[in-house]
């Protein structure tokens, strides 16, 4: 481990101009990736453009520093990049179009899924809870000084990656993390407040109707339902403000697997599975062509027919699970 991170410290101090790029659909370990390694790169001296070829979801929007310092894919067009590094991203496809530009400059990878397929020319490729772990080690190899805005923007991915210190990823590190970057001032109560006090009433009246929808299938040990633009568009929300809820069903006595599927675009459909205790959704996803982690992990797919999808991801799972006994 650390003769990547110094491999990539090496790639650093080449350059002037370096990208650094998250992934579509992004999440809070995305955005916290990105504006941290931006943030620490900036202040190690480097013209940096951080860029995510996707839309922001509200609530990520909101979070200190994210509009100011992440921007769309046009931003780096004429931008003369030396070197491109991609955070918490497993596949070249989670990228967009920026992965375009690897053809024209050096890239380095960082990310902590092990579906992970190493499409840079250094990739670090590590088991833990968050990327922003990975990026708080690279950052404190090259010496960055943490302030408060910085602790805060890179404890962000810690927490919502371990689901708020509650998932089976939250290991000893993750709390050293956490208390070295509260120590410097990281704010973990407005993290807390931004993502999970911060619901939309809209979401809430989504979710009776998610409910409604909802079935449960394998003597109720997987739990599944959907969010269509249809639905969205009753309560006015937009597609990359969807919240997903496939938390809330893996919530349920008694369930293994949860899936919902949300349709991004007409016909797009954006499949989120998590599981609760043995079974490996990252298997699931592989297979449709996605990616992820054994206990929480995703495909996109385009169909017209939804209920066949559903039933096609469920049958999946079904003997998968047989595999297990
Ligand atoms: P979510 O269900 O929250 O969208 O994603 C759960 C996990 O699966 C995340 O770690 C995410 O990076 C991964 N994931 C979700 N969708 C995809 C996908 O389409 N491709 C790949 N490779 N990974 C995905
Ligand atoms: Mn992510
Ligand atoms: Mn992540």
Redesign the pocket.
């Known amino acids: 481990m650390i003769r990547t991170i110094e491999a990539i410290i090496g790639e650093i101090n080449k350059v002037k101009n370096i990208i650094v790029v998250g ?1 579509i ?1 992004p ?1 809070g ?1 995305d955005i916290s990736s990105v504006l941290s390694l931006t943030m620490g790169l900036e202040k190690f001296g480097k013209n940096v453009r951080a860029v995510i070829d996707d839309k922001i979801p509200g609530y990520l929007e909101e979070f200190p520093f994210v509009k100011e310092k992440i921007k769309s894919y046009d931003c780096i067009s004429k931008f003369p990049a030396e070197l491109i590094i991609s955070v ?4 070249p ?2 990228i967009g179009r920026v992965y375009d530009h690897f053809k024209y400059a050096r890239s380095v990878v960082i990310d902590h ?1 092990a ?1 992970n397929t190493y499409f840079g020319n250094v990739n670090w490729v590590d088991r833990f809870g968050a990327t922003a772990q990975m990026v708080l080690r690279l950052n404190r190899m090259l010496e960055i000084e943490y302030d408060s805005d910085l602790a805060t923007a890179n404890l962000l991915g810690i927490a919502t ?1 371990t689901g708020f210190f509650r998932y089976s990823n939250t290991d000893a590190t993750v709390f050293e993390d956490v208390a070295w970057l509260v120590s410097k001032g990281g704010k973990i109560g407005l993290i807390s407040n931004m993502i999970l006090e911060n619901k939309p009433l809209e979401h809430l009246k989504l979710y009776k109707d998610f409910l409604d929808e909802m079935k449960l299938e394998n003597n109720n040990s997987i739990a599944y339902s959907h969010i269509t633009l249809d639905m969205l568009k009753k309560y006015n929300i937009l597609p990359k403000d969807s919240p ?1 809820f ?1 938390g809330e069903l893996r919530a349920i006595k008694g369930v293994e697997v949860a899936i ?1 599927f949300s349709e991004a675009e007409p016909n797009v459909y ?5 599981s609760k205790d043995w079974f490996d959704v ?1 298997k699931v ?1 592989v297979h449709f ?5 054994p206990r ?5 797919k385009e169909t017209d027919n939804l209920e066949k999808l559903e039933k096609d991801v469920v049958r999946t799972i079904m003997s998968l699970m047989e595999s297990y006994k």
């Open positions: 992934h659909m999440d370990d918490d991203a497993s596949s496809d989670r899924h579906t990656d997903s496939v919902t954006h499949v989120s599975m998590r990252s996803a062509g996605g990616g992820g982690h929480a992990a995703g495909f996109s």
